[in-house]
């Protein structure tokens, strides 16, 4: 018996279960790892909109990290939805003084149904504080444009982004994402994520496009799939290689889906079959 390395996601909550904790814990079984969790902020929100956030008090956010790290220290973190800018302190904080584990920070900033999930406090703190020791950042275009302080309608091309936002933070890896913000590499027949490191050529990862109005969440999945791929031993190229060829595995998998009105999710199963075809539900009558 194989005890499953531990891994730690520090996000906030989907109520419509597409993205944020519920998608970071389901990736996280799915690829057989061990997930635990800081709820750092609330989101009420469906495939539609996001419609409130509550950020998670500051105490209560860190009354949690201690409890996981005491108990079971997480060989790689990954961060989403901080909410606030004293959360992206405290976990750079314990990041740094803990130099054996590697973390991976998704930068989340807006979701895909367009809300704004971080302010300008927030952002000034992950360039300053937390990317910096990071083992990898997985921004989407946008993402990266923020963080480097250029225009949202800035027209640098997403290899170029990713070697300046490697350059700017000199030592994590760099996993710049190529989904529908980043667009137009999601309407073609590849999606392209570019993976970087100071000094060194832009690298393209390149996975199959899955046209589909399921997407929600794949931020997420691709960051805790890399977070797991790297627990489990393999080294960033490789890990953000199999992140990428996962998510599109994934996509394809929710394509027919009908789920909500909005951006339905992304599939957090690895095996479709594994989720029963109606006929096989027994109805109230027999179990009665
Ligand atoms: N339609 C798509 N087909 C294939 N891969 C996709 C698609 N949309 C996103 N991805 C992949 O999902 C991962 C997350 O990227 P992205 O969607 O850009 O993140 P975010 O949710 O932060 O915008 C990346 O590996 C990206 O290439
Ligand atoms: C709690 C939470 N975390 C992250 C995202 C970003 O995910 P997406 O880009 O798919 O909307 C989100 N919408 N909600």
Redesign the pocket.
């Known amino acids: 018996m194989v005890t499953p390395p531990v891994v730690l996601t520090v996000a906030g909550t989907d109520s419509g279960g597409g993205a944020g904790i519920a998608a970071d814990l389901a990736t996280f079984a799915a690829l057989g790892v061990h997930g635990t969790c800081v709820v750092a902020a609330v989101t009420a929100q469906d495939t539609t909109a996001v419609h409130a956030v509550h950020a998670v008090p500051f105490d209560v956010v860190a009354a949690q990290l201690d409890a996981v790290i005491a108990d079971l220290p997480p060989v790689v973190v990954k961060t989403g939805m901080l909410a606030t800018a004293d959360v992206a302190r405290l976990v750079a904080r314990w990041c740094a003084g803990s130099p054996s584990r590697q973390l991976v920070v ?1 930068p ?1 900033l807006r979701a ?1 149904t367009g809300a704004a999930l971080a302010d300008d406090d927030l952002v000034r703190a992950y360039a300053a504080v937390l990317l910096p020791v990071a083992t990898v950042v997985t921004p ?1 275009a946008a ?1 990266a444009r923020a963080l480097l302080a250029l225009a949202a309608d800035d027209p640098t091309p997403s290899r170029e982004l990713a070697g300046l936002l490697a350059a700017q933070l000199a030592g994590p890896a760099v996993v710049l ?6 667009a137009p590499a ?1 309407s073609s027949s590849t ?1 392209i ?1 570019w993976l970087t490191r100071p000094g060194d050529e832009p690298v393209a990862i390149e ?6 109005p399921n ?1 929600h969440g ?2 997420c999945t ?1 960051a805790s799939a890399l977070a797991a791929f790297l627990a489990h031993g393999h080294d960033v190229a490789t890990a953000a290689a199999r ?2 060829a996962y ?2 595995g994934q ?1 394809v998998a929710s394509r027919g889906w009908q789920l909500g009105s909005g951006r339905g999710p992304i599939a957090h199963t690895t095996d479709p079959n594994t989720i029963l075809p109606r006929t096989t539900i027994p109805s109230t009558e027999e179990t009665a």
């Open positions: 998704d989340v895909t989407n993402e994402t190529g989904g529908p913000l980043g999601a999606c994520d996975h199959p496009a899955v046209a589909t997407d794949t931020g691709h992140a990428a998510v599109s996509l």
